[in-house]
Structures are given as structure tokens and as C-alpha cells.
């Protein structure tokens, strides 16, 4: 019916072409709607009172002083609000034996870590909240804290949730092939041992809600600064047990997510009983220092991994133990078991050896909880691997693009499965990895960094090759019981002046989703991308979906669109052809024109047939009932996920005398299927390395031996910015799915996947003539400068 | 621009209060030095000077000062203006961080402040952050403090009791703790006009530009051709105050700048500096770092900086 | 003003009057003493388009023009901005101040989630207002207390550098 997908020459043809984002405008001209800048009338502000405290009982809270304070409407404790919200527990059934304590929007009788929210007051403005909270007395007893993985272990270590047999939340084991038999066969065998921080998302914009409960129509309008409104949606049904219909969760603009925003936070329940209470709008935006010790954390993974290869190269086996380290209890809805889950189902994806051995094990902690951010396990699983791969290059004087070359699953052996168990349809390693080869110049890179060697110049170059997973299908929670749809909807209507709005389940968090749902939608139905007009983000307006998250926007948002899309064309067309005395597939739109198919000679605007059919239906021949409303259902048959795949590269340069670590150049040769946007996907992927080279060599939560977070400020925990970032060379192989049309996977979490990896590569490539390694991220100066022996 | 935040907010967790939003407090606007020392005066202990506020505003928002009164200075023309007074060049407290970059008189008669300048935060604070009040704060891990220790700066002080002059030397007494009185406040600094046989020279190591640095250090060297006849060397984020390196200063003067003598001035410094317990660089490491600076640095003042 | 009162000192939380130009016209605002520019633009004066990132001056998002430089509108109470000139986002995109840097940033997609643009805007406008030619490294060195968590940056100094270039080839710096 339509033209190939790729062409790019026809008219209205959007896919695969870079245009600028319609909605960045408003965000350019200081008119964002972040739910941060809603004021709504009556509305209040709730501040909470925190622990100080990693582990302690409360023994008592005295709010009296506070409540009497002017300007203050209501101090709540977590007694208060268990009376009206039930408990909810982060497990999920396909993650056999994980155990987890319930929760409550505030807590009865215990803290678990230093910076949880113990009392709400909520008052005129957040100034005299402020007050308020330094009014409010609480007793604690302190209870025995658990803060390491090692203290967390031990065989009579003080138990996080008492009553409970130990400090391990889950266990995996994964066992494939002949592991024991591989390494005792090996020519050669690496090992090591790895650690990787705790790190935060540090969105922009803080989490940030608004609930207003309004008791005369016993309606809750939640404004929620989230990736996904649908789960929010029922969770706050039936944790306040108000019926579905009767809540609505509205996503407006947003100021970053990247995964952190789609948990359930203590203080955004609360404050949704603390409207239900009051029955006035009450507002809670996280301050910066409460974001660090609120949000959810991730990483903080200590891996030890060995590797067996033959006398030529050849990956025979990788055997592996993960240790995990989550907070006190395991995160709602998502779990906070599921980044250490894809570590080990990801590691050693790239390549081709059979025999593989991991387990798992997940353990409590008195720290706030972890769960899923941005390439969730990918970074971990990533640098492992790599690592190990380089360590074996090194050990069989191999370059380290010949081992991969050697080792990666060839582009024409597919469909292959993981020993790890993950299907994979089509990926491109090989091309990747040659076309990275020629993009960063590799040779010249050598020579350069033999040169500079000789003037006691330092480089490093370091390459990382990746597997992404994306448009994940119910395997990934629905099957465990979680409410969370991996079906997408959407609504496109051609409106009475020939427009089309198009209401779609998928969210925009500024990765461009309203801008390549409208590409889809203008091209297939064959008009100008102005002439669409995308709405997100509402439960009231737009249909139920999974949202966006896990690199599931494009993929499955976009066929869904493009499935509707289509299904509404099918719709104009037919009632073209009535008018036109036309077979409908004589017909074709393009540029809101139908056209005859054959010679594209324009005989109608669209814009009449919709004319026609909304105000003179009297003219259609009779039994006409023009259908120019379609809603449409997509979910992802087929293959679980959508992997995608690419490899990294970068320069850097260490000074061995201070330990800094200068950034020249990134490159990337990335595999996202079909392309919709070039811009937008480059601008995901150089925000995705950024984010991983902070993590390389910045980020971490860093804690005292009293569970006290050191670092919770924008000026001691140290995100990427402006002046060290390199700049980013990015190159593509296309290879579509074939599970749907469109053919697009995600691109979310490409760039973060391997960045750090990639780093840690080049400062052992950098450091290897020293004859120091660093096995830790972030790198700092005082781990270069230690493992040169400098201090 | 805020200073010694994780340590400060540890303990803020100590107090059990998450802030944002100040305390409340009354604010008064002086047009004149004898304004607002009457203000301070009349307020007790519970008044506060501001000028650029880049640090005060912060420590206030987080309810880690809360006084009574705030004092706002920014707006008394007396504690304005760069201008030569005999061998000096006088820097009134309210000139901005900018200005020292844009100032021709800073670039020409203390190029050690011209230089120190961009690594003072970023644009932004340095547009309104106020000379005056970076010397008065005192505060270790910044640049500016430090090198007033380097020019022999003196520091001149409004307060009850009249108008005086104390050298940089004998200015930085502790951790944020200066021979400041309650309710003094600095007019100027007087810096002596850089000279045609000096030299100067500043760096710093910090992980990201504008962060607090993990060491850094300006010196000022007067020499009879590459002989040293004189020399001041200070650092900054190695103590509890900026903090000028004797021992290394001795182990330079009246020798000729060599690698020898560079690394018996890095051999020095194991005596004049005592680094902090610090979690993210022990104190061994800030060592090695500030020898490895000293080196470069004086490297730099020998190719004639 | 005029000299100091007693009545000051009992006055802690009392508004007080302060008037302000923003954006070209004339406000008079009451404000408690304790309340940041960032939080009376935000909430009395309804200019939402400064954000507040970190409220520590920190992230770069809240910065506005103050007498024609840029300033953290957080480090700063709004008592202190007492007879200022004060210019939001707002602002410069009515009066057109910024106009081809808010077109190249769209073109070149220097933004993602938006948060930090305000704050990317005002700070580029002031570089380009005090060197024509910016290297990259000069642009990402006045960017470097501006915070961004989608974008990696590049596209942000690409804009500016576009920006930068044109202005110089129509004469108009």
C-alpha cells in the first residue's frame, strides 16, 4: 500500500529523516509545564522530616510544637497514613525466593536508612513546612547497621529486616554447557576481580508531584513528573483503593527521568494520602539534598569473573559471581533485583562461547534502595566482559580488535541463543566493529600513542563491544505479576479540517518521542509533519500502555502508531473511494491530498473527505458510517526482546603524575534497526555516553561507616559536565526487526552501556606500560595514582 | 559556591532537619561602612554581612546559618573601586570576581589575581562572587584567600573600634576563622604593585573546572636573573587555612632555580604541609599532589612564567 | 533606604516592598527577606521558565540576567535585587535578544528534557555578548557550571558554535 519505509525522496516520507522536535520550541522559550512550576488553587506544600539515622526503632514522635505553628495544616506520621494506604512489597513471582519487607508511605516503628522520610507536615509554603519540621521531636533507639556487602554477608551479621534468616533478598544460578571441564582445558585463563560504585540519576528537575484529591467527586488527579502515568494510575487505585476510573495521573513536561522517576517513592505516596486527608491539592518537589538520599541509587556490584580461552583466542567459557547490593528492601514495582539479573544474563553476549556459569546474589543494606536507571546492568555486564577480553588480548599478545573480530558471533550466524538464554535475532558485530576500526582511525591512534610514550605522554585507547536489550515484551514483568503493560495504544483521529491528532500511550521525556510518533504518523498516512498533532501522558485522555521505559518508545510505540496509522488511512480512503466512485486501492494520500495511486494526480484534500463526512454524512450513500476515529492495540510478538548491539571506542590520555584523566575522543557504531530520526538517535546515544563516562570516572555515592551518605550535594557528587566531555563521533548499521513493520528498536541505553567499559579499557591500555591496572569505577585520581604506586 | 558541603551536611543530618528555604531573618540595606557597622552593632552576634552572597545565600537556604539580621553591604560606594595608592594597588572589597579578570589594573600590577581568576567557580558566581568576601570567608580550598598570602597582601578592616590594616600573614588564623572581629568587616585589600624582576605563577589540579581544587598553589618570585632573591609560595585545599609553604619558600631563596633546588623546595613540603584525613584523598596522596604542582609550577617560573 | 531601626530587627519574616524592572517593565513584589529571586520569580512573579536545579548554585538552571550579567537567581535573595534589572527567559525570547540562539538550539536539537536551557540560553548570550569567536573549549568553559543530564553536551556547544559563527559573518556582534 504505501512506499518502502527507507525511501526518502517521496513525499511526506519522515522516517529515517532528521527533523527538529515540534515541542522543543515551547521548552526553548522558557514555557515548559514542568510539574514542578503547578500552582493549583489551595494547594499546599509538604515537607518531610527525615532519619538521621541508617537503621534505628522510633521510640517516639512529638509533633505538638509543630502542628501549633501558623500557617501549618496537618503533620502526619506513618500511622496516620497506614490508616488509609495499604502495603505494597517490591517482589516479583518469576524471580524465585526473593523476599522483601513490606511498605508504608511513612514508617511505624523503624527507619532503615539514614535520609527515609519519618513525619509529612504540610503547610502554606514549603518555607514554614521548613519551620515546622525543626519543630518535631523523635526518639530513636540505634539498631545494628549492615553497610557493606562483605558486613552484609557474614554468618552472624546483624539482620537489616529482623526476624529474617539472612541478608540475601534473591539468588540466581545460571549454568550452561561444561564450565569446569572448559577451564580445566584452557590454554589460558583471566581472572579478576570488580567493583563498580553506587550511583544516582541526578535528573535536572527533581522528582516532583502534585495530588489533589477532590472527596465531593471522590476523584484523585495526580500531576506526577513520571515516565509512566498507567502504572501510577492503578498503583494509587488500589493502594488508596479508589476505583481506576476515578484516578487520573497526568505526565506533563519533565526535567529528565532516566529510569528513576518510574518507582514508587515513600514521599510520593505520601503525599497522595496527605491529599486525601486535607482534600486540598498538596505539592512535594524533592530538594537536591533529599534527591541523593531518596532517589533511587543503582550499581554498586562487585563482580569476580574468569574467562577460559584456547592456545589460538578462542572464548571457551566465562564463569562468574555477581554481589549485589540494594537497600533495605527490594523497590516497588520493578524490583530491585532486575539490574543484577541482566548483568548476568549480558555478560559475555557479543561472543560465542557455549559454556557459561553465574550466579547472582542480591543483598540488603541499610541505604536507600536501588533499582532500575538508565542501561540497567548493561554498564556492569559490559565492563566485565570487556575487560576480560582485553585482559586476554594482552595475555595472547593479541590487538585487541583481532580478539573480538576472532570471538564475536558472526553477522550471518543468526538467530543464535546466548548461553545466558537471551534470543537474538540479527545483530551486526562484525560490521561494527570494522566500521569503528576505520571511524576512529585505529592505526593512527597506535602510532600517535607509541610517539607520545616516548615523551612520557600517557594515552589510552579502549574499545567496548555491546549488546542492548529493548522493546521488551510481557517476559520482562508481566509474567512476574506486575501491573505493568508491555502493549502500547494509541488513538489517531483525522480531525473535521483534515488533521490528525494522533493520543498515544507512549511518554515524552525529551528523547523525541512526540516528535517520531508525529514522523510515523505523517508518513504513513501521507501529510505534512505540522498537520500531526501527538498527545502523551494523560490516563484521562490517552489510551493505556506500557509508557516509556526500557527502550520501548520507538519500538513499540512507534508500529503502534504505525499500525493505526495505516488502519485510519484504510478509513479515509474507503470513504474517498465512495465519493470518488474509486476502488479504495486505486487511491493514496500524500501531502493531504488523496491522489490516484498510480499517477499521484490529487483529487480531493483529505481535508473535504473529513468535511464530508463529519457535518454532511447526508451525502455519503446510505449505510455509511465513516470511521475517522481509530484506536489500536500493539503489543511485541515474536522474539522476548529486541537486542540491539554496537561497539565503543574512545581516547583518552591519564597524567600518571596526578591521576587526572583527560577525555579526547568517543566514537560509536551503533545497531538500532531502523533509524526514524538520525538526530534524535545520536543526541540519545551521545546523552547515554555522557552519562557513562560520568559514571567511568566521577559518579559515586560514596557512604560512612554510620550509612551517612558524604556526597549528597550537586557540589560533592560529581556529575559529567561541559569542560570534560569529549565530543562524539557516531556512526550506524541498520538491521531491523523483523517482528514489526517499522522495524525500530531502542537506542536508550547504547550509549551508557559501554562508555565506562570503554574507559576502563583505555586507562589499562594507558597504564599498561607502568604496569598498573585499575579493576574499579569510577575511576579516580586516587586509584591511578595507587595503583602507580604514587602515594 | 559552597564550601565543605559533605561535611557540613553530614552533620546537618545530625540535626535531623532537611532545609531549603531559610530561616527566617530580618535584612537591611547599609549605604555607608558606618551604617552597617551600627547595624551590626545594634544586632549582636546574630548579624551578618553580605555582599555577593555566592556562599552566604546557600549556607542560608540550607539552614546552616540562620541569623537574625542580614546586612547587606553590596550597596556602600566606599568598598568599590581598583586604584594605585603608593606601592600598592588597592582592591576594594565589592570588586567581583570578574572584574579581576576584566580590570587592567589587576592584569598589570597583580597578574597573580588576574591569573588565579578563572578558576574561581564559574562565570556566573564570578559575575557577582565579591573579592572582599572570598578573603573574609576564609575559606581553605579557595584561590583567592591563598594568594594573598603570596603577595603579601594587606587586609584592611572597618569595625567599632576604627580602621586597621593586618598583613595576609597574620589574617587566616583557622578553619574559617580570620583575625576578622564580630562585626569588622574588610574595606580593601592592598596588594604591592608587581615589580619588572618578578615572576609569578598559579595552577591547580581539580577534577572538573571550577570544582573545588584537590590542591592548588600561586607563587611570587622577585630574581636577579634566574637567581631567587625572594620568593612566596601558598597553597589552597591542603589545611584548615591557606597556607604559605616556609620550608619550601627557604629551600628557593637566594639559589639559582634549578631541578636540584625544585626538588629540594617538593623535599620541603613534607614539613610545611599536615593534609586532612579526607576519604577521597588521603592526606599522603594531597602530599604527592602538591609536589608534583610545586614542581610544575616552579618548572614554569624558571622558563619565566 | 535610610539608616538602620530597631523595627528591623523585629520584623524577621515580615514582607517587605521591593520593586524590580523584569523584562522591561516595572514590578513591585512583596517578599519575605528570606526568599531567593529564584523562588519570587518563580512564585510571585509567575516566571516559571527559571528553574531551580540544586538551590546551591551548583547546576546553572536558574541563572538570569542581572544588570546584563548572568547570575544564579538562587544565590541571590530577592531583597538584594532591589532596584535591578532582571531579565528571564522570558524576556529574552519576547524582546528577541536570543532569538537565532533559541533557533539554532531547536535545529540542532542542543536540548532534550529542556530543563536546563533556560540557563544554557542566558549563559551562552552572555559569552557571545563578550567574544565574538569562541573556541569549542571556550564555550564549554563558560558552560562549565551549567548542568545538563540528557543531551552529552555536544550539541549544546555545536549550537552556540553555529550561532557564533553566523553572527560574526553578518556583522552583527
Redesign the interface.
Known sequence: MSAPLTSLDRPNSYIGRSVPRPNAKRLLAGRGRYVSDLRLPRMLHA??????HAHAKILSINTDEARALEGVHLVATGADLAKICTPWTGTLDHFKGMTSAPQLPLPLDRVVW??QAVVAVVAE???IA??A??LIE?DYEDLPIVVDIDGAREAGSPPVNPGSASNVCFRSQLDNGTVDDAFAHAAHVVEEEFSFGRHTAVTLEPRAIVADYDPAAGMLTVHHGTQTPYQFQDLYSRHYGIPEARVRVIATDIGGSFGMKLHVYHEDMAVVGLSILLGRPVKYVA????SFVSDIHARDHRVRARMALDAKGEILAMDVLDLTAIGAFSTYPRTSVVEGNQVIRLIGAPYRFRNYRATLEVIFQNKVQTSQYRAVGHPIACAVTERLVDMAASKLGLDPFAIRAQNVIADDAYPQTSPTGYRFEALSHQACLNRLHELMNYEGLRAEQVDLRKRGVYRGIGIATFVEITNPSPAFYGVGGARISSQDGAIVSLTPSGEVRCLISVTEQGQGTEAIISQIVADQLGLAQEHVKVITGDTEVTPHGGATWACRGAGIGGETALQATRALKRNILEIAALILQEQPSALDIIDGDVVDAGTRNQRMPIAEIARIAYFRSDTLPPGTQAQLTVSHHFAPQGYPFAFTNGIQGCSLEVDV??G?IKLLKHFIVEDCGRVINPMLVDEQLRGGIVQGLGAA??EEC?Y?ETG?L????L??Y?VP?P??MPDIVIAHVETPTADTELGAKGVGEAGTAAASACVLNAVNDALAPLGATINSIPI???KV?KALK?? | ??TN???R??SR???????????????????TID?AL??HA??GDDARF?AG??SL??A????LQAP?????I?HIGELRGVGREGGYLRIGALTRH?EMLSEPLIAEFAPLLHAAA?FV?????R??GTFGGSVALADPASEFPAMTLALDAEIEIAGPSGCRRVKADDFFIDLFETALQPGELITAVYVPLFKADQRFAFDE?A?????YA?VGCGMLGTFTGEHIDDIRISFFSVGNTPTRVRGAERALIGARLDAERIAAAQGALEGDLAPPES????P??R???AR?LLGRLLGRLGEGA | ?S??G?A??????ET?RVRFVVNDRKVACEV???E?LV?CLRNELELTGTHAGC????C?AC?VQ?DG????S????A??A?GARINTIEGLTENGAIADLQAEFHRRNALQCGFCTPGMLI?AH??LSQMAQPSREQIR??L???YCRCTGYEAIVDAIDTVAKARSAGGTT
Open positions: 515537607a518531610f522530616l527525615r532519619s538521621p539514614a535520609g509554603n514549603r518555607a521548613e519551620d519540621l525543626e523523635v530538594d537536591r539534598i533529599e603524575d596526578t587526572l570516572l566521577f560514596r560512612s551517612q558524604m556526597n549528597g550535594s557540589a560533592d560529581l559536565m569542560m570534560e579516580t585520581p586516587a595514582l604514587r602515594f | 559556591m559552597v558541603l559533605a561535611s551536611l553530614v543530618w545530625d540535626l535531623e532537619e532537611t532545609a531549603v528555604k531559610a530561616k527566617a531573618f530580618s535584612y537591611f540595606r547599609a549605604a551604617q551600627d547595624a545594634r544586632a553580605i552572597g555566592q545565600v546557600p542560608l537556604s540550607l539552614r537574625r539580621l542580614l546586612i547587606d553590596t570578574c578563572p567557580a564559574h562565570p556566573a558566581i559575575n557577582r589540579l577534577r572538573r573546572r571550577g570544582d584537590l576519604d577521597e584523598v588521603p599522603a596522596m602530599l604527592h599532589l608534583v | 533606604m539608616g538602620f530597631e528591623h530587627l523585629e520584623d524577621a519574616d517587605v519575605a527577606p528570606r531567593t523562588d538551590e546551591m548554585g551548583a546553572g541563572l542581572i550579567r548572568a547570575v544564579h538562587c544565590l541571590m535573595l531583597v538584594q532591589d549563559n552572555e559569552l568553559d563558560a562549565s557550571g551549567n
